[in-house]
T-cell receptor
Framework: AQKITQTQPGMFVQEKEAVTLDCTYDTSDPSYGLFWYKQPSSGEMIFLIYQGSYDQQNATEGRYSLNFQKARKSANLVISASQLGDSAMYFCAMREGWNFNKFYFGSGTKLNVKP | DTAVSQTPKYLVTQMGNDKSIKCEQNLGHDTMYWYKQDSKKFLKIMFSYNNKELIINETVPNRFSPKSPDKAHLNLHINSLELGDSAVYFC????????????FGPGTRLTVL
């Protein structure tokens, strides 16, 4: 079974609108961490936001927020007020337990922001 | 200051050759990683190295060997390169505790001809 599933290979959003990128995860370990990374066309991987499995509140970082629904095992990324520079690939990832080798990435969502 | 750096950024070589990619981090992190990103953008962890303990992903061919001279460096050596090794290789590091957020290097695009 896939550990991380991103069902949206590509998405479009109008500039200044909000967009939600979906991510579901699969683990039976009570301790895990969820991450979102951005990969622009230049290729680097940029850390955006983190949510721990025991965190009570949804994580927020500027225009990024993580909609964490533990019972549904979903960790959707919400980008508010989209900007042209948000056009990139977005990867959801999970660290399972505390095994340093158990770090899994989803297949990514390509976001295009239209002017 | 670059937090995680990799050299070279591009590497073009012939099948059968041996090559190395170097990685350095100045974040004081305890754990370092190598990832492979294939042409479909799928990222897969290859190795992690935490406090001198190497954890190898079982699916990685033994032609790939990481070498860590010290905590700040984790190099990747690849023997007998094959066409299928063409990919972007990312180095990353993390504290190895707490949130354990991984910070990535810029990537090395390897092309095997």
């Amino acid at each position: 079974a896939q550990k991380i599933t991103q069902t949206q290979p590509g998405m479009f959003v109008q500039e200044k609108e909000a967009v939600t990128l979906d991510c579901t995860y699969d683990t039976s370990d009570p301790s895990y961490g969820l991450f979102w990374y951005k990969q622009p066309s230049s290729g680097e991987m940029i850390f955006l936001i983190y949510q721990g499995s025991y965190d009570q509140q949804n994580a927020t970082e500027g225009r990024y927020s993580l909609n964490f629904q533990k019972a549904r095992k979903s960790a959707n990324l919400v980008i508010s007020a989209s900007q042209l520079g948000d056009s990139a690939m977005y990867f959801c990832a999970m660290r399972e337990g505390w095994n340093f080798n158990k770090f899994y990435f989803g297949s990514g969502t390509k976001l295009n922001v239209k002017p | 200051d670059t937090a995680v750096s990799q050299t070279p950024k591009y590497l073009v070589t012939q099948m059968g050759n041996d090559k190395s990619i170097k990685c350095e981090q100045n974040l004081g992190h305890d754990t370092m990683y190598w990832y492979k990103q294939d042409s479909k953008k799928f990222l897969k962890i290859m190795f992690s190295y935490n406090n001198k303990e190497l954890i190898i992903n079982e699916t990685v061919p033994n032609r790939f060997s990481p070498k860590s001279p010290d905590k700040a460096h984790l190099n990747l050596h690849i023997n007998s390169l094959e066409l299928g090794d063409s990919a972007v290789y990312f180095c990353a590091s993390s504290q190895g505790r707490g949130t354990d957020t991984q910070y990535f290097g810029p990537g090395t695009r390897l092309t095997v001809l």
